[in-house]
């Protein structure tokens, strides 16, 4: 089968840019797994939040956000929450996280109390406050790309794990499971999986590593406030947020790991239970649901997005860390329009997602 643009990875990278290129280009997404998003994309926090992350994240987690809501417009409902975000901590750390953050602003000690009264008084010294910090339902926004892409064209083949990858004369000979899919552009969105599909391609690798972060649903003692912000340790220790009628813990843990179908250590489950039963006094009774997955990182923490300079027709779409889910919608309309206009000299927020940037 022949296209002119094949994706692989069928994660929300994947989806999101299949969305943005089948109205003005033929696409096929190939993905490994029976499903679509069995991986990272299924297992995150689900939070956009512009304050988070270095200033091009910002740009692009803002953007997202307007996008988001143009999405929400178009299905008739919101699929985005307010949830705003409060760090916690010492005065030291605090003020070094709000000083140089356009999207934090101080909230005195006796204001985080009145907005969270469940946090015990004497575990922090200082709060910063991020107000336009939103909630998002994933699932809903991963089959808004899906329905989309698919109903603009694009081919979407599951348990199609790519195994070989030839250059030909007209680009990319792609082995995936059953199929055999050729294109001119090779779009590697593949997760966890970027540099071992670049190995199998023969393109040189990112220096792309997976890292494992846990999450955790419990119940608690007390009633959660649904409207209740997120509290983070501006340590980056823990973080935890409504959900559902309990709460939605992580430890905030980074461990280096291989790309794998990750699993929930028990230990990184009981450390947040506990840093977390020190700041709030909700009394956390029981774990409901425990999953992890793999944030992707470049040694920089940015994103990889670009033409690979060695191999012609190769993009990068991967690295995208604890941004993924935030930055889907602007980093998708970024990448496509590199795609579609390869010519075109590469904005500001490209430049430092490319490749080769030094
Ligand atoms: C606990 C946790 C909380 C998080 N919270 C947030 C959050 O609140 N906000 C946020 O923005 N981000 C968050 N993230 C990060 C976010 O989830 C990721 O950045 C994002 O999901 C990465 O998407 P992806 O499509 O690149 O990867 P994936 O979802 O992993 O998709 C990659 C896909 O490629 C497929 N694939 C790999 N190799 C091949 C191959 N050879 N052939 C075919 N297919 C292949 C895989 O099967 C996989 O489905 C969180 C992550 C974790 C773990």
């Known amino acids: 089968m022949n296209t002119d643009v094949l994706i692989v990875g069928g994660g929300i990278a994947g989806l999101s840019l299949a969305w943005q290129l089948a109205p003005r280009a033929a696409v096929v997404l190939v993905e490994a797994e029976g499903i679509l998003a069995y991986h990272t994309s299924s297992r995150s926090a689900r939070q956009m939040q512009p304050s988070y992350g270095p200033a091009v994240i910002q740009e692009l987690t803002a953007e997202s956000i307007e996008a988001v809501r143009s999405i929400s417009a178009e299905l008739g409902h919101s699929i ?3 949830r705003p975000l409060i760090f916690i901590g010492s005065q030291a750390d605090v003020a070094a996280g709000t000083a140089a953050n356009g999207h934090l602003r101080p909230l ?3 204001q985080a109390l009145a907005r969270c009264p469940d946090l015990r008084p004497d575990s922090f010294e200082a709060a910063s406050l991020d107000d336009s910090a ?11 790309y899906r329905s989309r892409a698919v109903a603009a064209g694009a081919l979407i083949i599951t348990g199609a794990p790519v195994d070989t990858v030839q250059r030909t004369s007209a680009g990319w000979l792609v082995g995936a499971g059953d199929e055999a899919v050729e294109a001119p552009i090779m779009v590697n969105a593949a997760g ?17 590593r997976p890292h494992r972060r846990t999450a955790a649903t419990v119940m608690t003692e007390h009633p959660v406030d649904p409207q209740a912000p997120m509290i983070a340790g501006v340590d980056d220790s823990f973080y935890y947020r409504p959900q559902g ?6 430890p905030c843990e980074s461990v280096p790991s291989v790309a794998e179908d990750a ?12 840093r977390i039963s020190t700041v709030t006094s909700l009394g956390i009774t029981s774990v409901e649901r425990s999953w992890t997955g793999l944030r992707t990182v470049a040694a920089d923490g940015l994103p990889v997005v670009g033409f690979d300079p060695e191999a012609p027709g190769f993009f990068w779409l991967a690295g995208q860390g604890g941004y993924g889910i935030q930055t889907s919608a602007a980093m998708a309309k970024l990448a496509a ?11 500001a927020v490209a430049r430092a997602l490319a490749p080769d940037r030094s």
């Open 80 to 82: 985005l929450l307010p």
């Open 245 to 250: 009628s309990g709460l939605l813990i992580s």
């Open 263 to 274: 699993r929930p250590v028990e230990a990184d489950v009981y450390r947040a239970i506990e």
């Open 108 to 110: 005195g000690h006796a």
């Open 192 to 208: 966890a999986w970027a540099d071992p599909l670049a190995v199998i391609a023969g393109v040189e690798i990112q220096g792309l």
């Open 134 to 144: 939103m909630e998002v339902d994933v699932p809903a926004l991963l089959e808004y």
């Open 337 to 347: 329009g590199m795609i579609l206009a390869p010519e075109s000299p590469l904005s």
